[in-house]
């Protein structure tokens, strides 16, 4: 399983963004898909994360009412829309999939599939 994010840049504060993931490779039954970011200095953390299957989403108090997780699973995507950035959304934001559901979807251990990052950063 392959994982590529893409659509970060430089955005203004009160701006907004979108973030893909492109998904490759056998990704059979239910799996967790979520965003996590790593700010400099700071340790990685989640942001959101989407259940294959109905679709329930989960957020970081810090995200909620601003990102939207969403997936489009025909076309093998994952994508996070961020409104309202804010100067603390700065960070290297990454993907990540494992199989199963999202219970602890927190856990960045629990996920054995990773995407390289894509850089957001807001002023």
């Known amino acids: 399983v392959q994982l590529v994010e893409s659509g970060g840049g430089s955005v203004q504060a009160g701006g907004s963004l979108r973030l893909s993931c492109a998904v490759s490779g056998p990704m059979y039954g239910y799996y967790c898909m979520g965003w996590f970011r790593q700010a400099l200095g700071k340790e990685r953390e989640g942001v959101a994360s989407i259940f294959s299957a109905g679709g329930s989403t989960y957020y970081a108090d810090s995200v909620k009412g601003r990102f939207t997780i969403s997936r489009d699973n025909a076309k093998n995507m994952l994508y996070l829309q961020m409104n309202s950035v804010r100067t603390g959304d700065t960070a290297m934001y990454y993907c990540?999939?494992?199989?199963?559901?999202?219970?602890?979807?927190?856990?960045?251990?629990?996920?054995?599939?990773w995407g390289q990052g894509t850089q957001v950063t807001v002023s």
């Open positions: 990540a999939a494992r199989r199963g559901g999202c219970i602890g979807w927190e856990r960045q251990t629990m996920y054995p599939y």
